[in-house]
């Protein structure tokens, strides 16, 4: 579990309200509903009206992923890969179906039944990098929903503090209750700012990052069962398939070797 966005919404929430109340305000001239069912509601309406009800259904699955989702290790995928092609050299690839059950990753276990078929290793490719080609336009759109939510809901504030504007103007025969009327209809920009900038385009920038590691995984995976039917040493193939590490986390898996050698 990655509670780093749930963190992020918290921290940023706590920063806001804290600078307001430690410069005089009281926090229930923030809580206006009113303004709260123009902004939301508007915002809600309008990336709704974007978007087709197929695509709205996986809201709460991405929410869910934003927290839950736990994606395998670049270096773990890479160990697995390397210990398949060492039995594959063994033992031939046809080895490998009895080892299709103890593979989870479903891309990966895809992969090895295709190259134990006897699939052209060109069409290999293909059929992988379509795989990942709709992966990459699936967590596309839904990253889109929020952020898409997050341009409309600035403007839902405005549009809010239009209308309080509106109402405060039309209602002026008492002259004491304007500042105080003015200062809530501003309430919907705030609500409109805020929570673009605190929730949508958070949980939209998070959802981006899972699906670029998520892809980089594929992408490694994809190299790494082509590699495998290509018959190269594992030796190489884990050579090979380090380019997707980090550099800094390369120089630590050396470090240990250099270690023994010295001792």
Known sequence: ???????????????????????????????????????????????????SMQDLKVI???????????????????????????????????????????????????????????????LVRNILETEIYTLEERNDTGASIFETAGGYAPTMGIIGTVMGLVHVLGNMSDPSTMSSSIALAFIATLYGVGSANILWLPIAGKLRNIGKKEICIKELTMEGVISLQGGYNPIIIRERLNAYLNPNRRQKDKEPEAKEEEE
Do not use: W
């Open 1 to 51: 579990m990655d509670f780093a966005i749930l963190v992020g919404i918290a921290v940023g929430l706590l920063g806001l309200i804290s600078g307001f109340l430690l410069d005089g305000g009281h926090i229930s001239v923030l809580l206006k509903p009113t303004a709260a069912l123009i902004v939301f509601g508007g915002t809600a309406g309008a990336t709704i009206a974007s978007f």
């Open 60 to 122: 709460p699955k991405l929410l869910k992923n934003t927290v839950f989702q736990k994606l395998p290790g670049e270096d773990e995928v890479i160990e697995q890969i390397v210990q398949l092609a060492d039995q594959a050299r063994r033992e031939g690839l046809l080895y490998l179906e009895d080892r299709l059950d103890e593979i989870d990753d479903e891309f990966l276990r895809k992969g090895i039944q295709l190259i134990i078929d006897g699939t052209d290793p060109e």
